[in-house]
């Protein structure tokens, strides 16, 4: 049974930096793109970044372009996010989730995505 499992949230400082981690559990690591998603409380969930299977493209929303950077271990199984210059409004649970269809792509905000972890809450306090 395919598992996708978020750690390393917590609490931080506004204007610190915090890695999130997704450890993919299952031999179709390499196969598939990945991305990040956040929920904030009240608020819909919403992407965050996504990388292809093989770490070559990258996608960020707009509101953390410059200050996140997703990256992969496909020898680990293991997605990050690290995260610069941390707001107190984006305080949130970050989600990792699968592409549902394997193959070279990119990870966007539209595409659709059909595993998904238990999420790691991040809290930034100003």
């Known amino acids: 049974q395919l598992q996708l499992v978020e750690s390393g949230g917590g609490l931080a400082q506004a204007g610190e930096s915090m890695t999130v981690f997704c450890a993919y559990s299952?031999?179709?690591?390499?196969?598939?793109?990945m991305g990040w998603f956040r929920q904030a409380p009240a608020k819909e969930r919403e992407f965050v970044a996504g990388?292809?299977?093989?770490?070559?493209?990258?996608q960020y929303a707009d509101a953390v372009k410059g200050r996140f950077t997703i990256s992969r271990d496909n020898a680990a199984n293991m997605v990050y996010l690290q995260m610069n210059s941390l707001k107190p409004e984006k305080t949130a649970v970050y989600y990792c989730?699968?592409?549902?269809?394997?193959?070279?792509?990119?990870?966007?905000?539209?595409?659709?995505?059909?595993?998904w972890g238990q999420g790691t809450q991040v809290t930034v306090s100003s």
């Open positions: 989730a699968r592409r549902t269809d394997s193959g070279p792509w990119a990870a966007g905000p539209d595409d659709v995505y059909d595993f």
């Open positions: 990388i292809s299977w093989n770490g070559g493209k990258t």
């Open positions: 299952g031999r179709t690591f390499n196969n598939y793109a």
